[in-house]
């Protein structure tokens, strides 16, 4: 009897491991209003913008875009740059029009790795929706983004646009889900019955952890037959067993964090040597070691190394790092003031992310300069990991995983983008990643073509428009815009940041957007202070 009662004990604690706790409530989007976004319109033209498709090819343009309803077109090419634009020819004019000169267009942004809540007191979901769509993000892959019923809930309301959001695709967790009861032990068979309950309820795909191999393959196969994708952040606590090589093998279509790829290509050892005194649930222990990987694998153009990367190819995976989310742990200061958190953190959000042995992330018990040595170091292995994949041939995607550890969600896409660049990957490349590839990792599984991704004829109109040249200098993107001296004024000024999203031809002015966010937090912060008190 106590034999049995131990073993569901530990069956209990694995399945939490494996699956997380469950998702905090988030308080779900108002419905739009009748001044948020405009359209989508019978005809819109967006006249005179410099093109950058999505598809890796260079900036053209003048070109005009001509969006009907929800999608786009026609594309045509209106001149050459620096040089009157042609007159005749020309699409007609439109019920919306854009001058779009000295402007640049791009697809909108793709992130495959969101939770709309991470902390305890989930911010509201307005509030997290308009940070994205103010960084050009239209679509996003919850993983998940919340409970499966809330998040199926506003899937519909968004593709429907019925609120300011982004296009959500549901990825869930195993054996989770309302309605769904866990028996005591987990079998194959119950694991392949978990994946036809969450398949006839409406997920998109599976977001696993590293399950023991018989669980793992029964889930995958499962949701292979049923259309569903896969993404797996490989824990600690089950990595032994599934690494990247093993789950890659299994079927798994995305390989997200970094989590099972250092494990596949251990030298010296088949499991990390942790300290004798590591303990797992300890989270600076758990992230600490983390970082102390980077010379304990085969280095970079080993036979190993390239063995790994020749099956990831083979097997059409794809790598989605978000490598911003642990940038603070190489970094700890320039996290910790970045120069949006006054104006656009949420209080809850920044109570958050302070040191805490209680809240996920929060590992900033005492983080040493010996720390970010380790992961300066580790990031670097990482990163030629990763370009190395793309140079050949392989799919690198955009994630970020925000509400964490000082990152917070929009501008945390941008500085993924900036951490891309710094791995080695032509601006070009990285939009690509953040557009078409995103696109590809969420239709493929599906056995359909993209709906969005590129800028063509045809396909939805979501669409990224900023006042500068995002292949010149990305932190343009970012909300806060880029520091230029204004040789005018001889003095600093701050320019850029997206000016329009189009999600579904519905258009969004960025800077409004961000507006929102700023009163929220600013309404927050006052709620926060006791009455009678500065």
Same mark, same amino acid.
């Given at each position: 009897? @106590?034999?049995?009662? @131990?073993?569901? #004990? ?12 469950? =998702? ?27 093109? +950058? ?19 786009? !077109? ?9 040089? =009157? ?12 029009? +854009? &001058? ?9 942004? /793709? ?9 305890? !007191? ?50 869930? %967790? ?15 068979? /119950? *694991? ?14 599976? !977001?696993?952890?590293?399950? &023991? ?72 222990? %758990? ?8 010379? $304990?694998?085969? =280095? ?19 790598? &989605? ?66 370009? &190395? ?17 000082? $990152? ?22 990285? +939009? ?49 815009? *880029? ?15 997206? $000016? ?10 960025? !800077? ?16 926060? #202070? =006791?009455?009678?008190?500065?």
């Amino acid at each position: 009897m @106590l034999v049995h009662l @131990l073993c569901l #004990v530990f069956c209990a604690v694995l399945l939490e491991a494996q699956t997380g706790p469950p =998702p905090a409530p988030i308080t779900p989007a108002p419905d739009r209003r009748a001044e948020e976004g405009e359209g989508p319109f019978d005809r819109m033209v967006i006249r005179g913008i410099t093109m +950058i498709d999505g598809a890796g090819a260079p900036p053209q343009g003048p070109v005009d875009i001509v969006v009907e309803g929800s999608r786009i !077109k026609e594309v045509r090419s209106v001149g050459a740059p620096n040089a =009157p634009l042609r007159e005749r020819g020309r699409p007609a004019k439109g019920s919306r029009e +854009i &001058d779009g000169a000295g402007m640049y267009v791009m697809p909108g942004f /793709v992130d495959l790795h969101v939770h709309t809540g991470g902390a305890p !007191k989930a911010p509201e979901a307005e509030y997290v929706h308009k940070l994205w769509l103010a960084h050009g993000v239209t679509t996003v892959r919850g993983v998940p983004a919340g409970g499966m019923d809330w998040t199926l809930k506003e899937r519909e309301r968004s593709a429907q646009n019925k609120i300011v959001a982004p296009r959500y695709f549901a990825y869930h %967790r195993p054996f989770t889900g309302e309605g769904w009861k866990n028996p005591d032990v987990i079998t194959p068979e /119950v *694991a392949r019955e978990w994946v036809r309950w969450a398949a006839k309820k409406g997920i998109d795909g599976l !977001k696993l952890g590293a399950h &023991d191999p018989e669980i793992m393959a029964a889930l995958l196969e499962e949701a292979r037959r049923h259309g569903l994708g896969s993404t797996a952040h490989l824990n600690q606590s089950g990595v032994v067993r599934m690494t990247a090589r093993d789950a890659v093998r299994l079927g798994l279509g995305t390989v997200t964090h970094f989590y099972g790829l250092f494990e596949s290509l251990l030298k010296d050892s088949s499991i990390q040597q942790y300290p004798v005194s590591h303990n797992y649930s300890d989270e600076q222990n %758990r992230f600490g070691q983390v970082g102390r990987l980077w010379d $304990k694998i085969h =280095p970079r153009g080993s036979k190993e190394w390239n063995a790994l990367i020749a099956e990831f190819l083979e097997r059409r995976a794809f790598l &989605d790092p978000t490598l911003n989310i642990y940038a603070a742990s190489r970094d700890l200061m320039r996290a910790r003031t970045a120069e949006w958190h006054g104006k656009y953190t949420l209080p809850s959000l920044w109570k958050f992310y302070e040191p805490s042995r209680e809240n996920h992330g929060s590992y900033w018990y005492y983080w040493t300069t010996e720390d970010e040595y380790h992961w300066k170091k580790f990031y670097q292995v990482w990163m030629s990991f990763l370009n &190395d994949f793309k140079n050949r041939g392989g799919r690198v995607t955009t994630g970020t995983d925000c509400g964490f550890i000082y $990152k917070l969600y929009g501008f945390c896409y941008v500085e993924e983008l900036e951490l891309l660049r710094e791995a080695g990957f032509h601006p070009l490349e990285v +939009i690509r990643s953040a557009t078409l590839y995103g696109a590809q990792a969420l239709h493929e599984p599906k056995g359909k073509p993209i709906e969005f991704g590129i800028i063509r004829p045809g396909l939805l109109a979501d669409l990224v428009i900023v006042d500068r040249n995002p292949v010149e200098n990305l932190k343009a993107l970012y909300g806060t815009g *880029a520091i230029r001296l204004n040789d005018e004024t001889g003095k600093a000024e701050r320019v850029g940041g997206v $000016k329009y999203t189009i999600k579904d031809g519905i258009v969004y002015d960025a !800077k409004k957007l961000l507006a929102d966010v700023a009163a929220m937090v600013e309404k927050a912060k006052t709620a926060s #202070v =006791p009455s009678g008190t500065e």
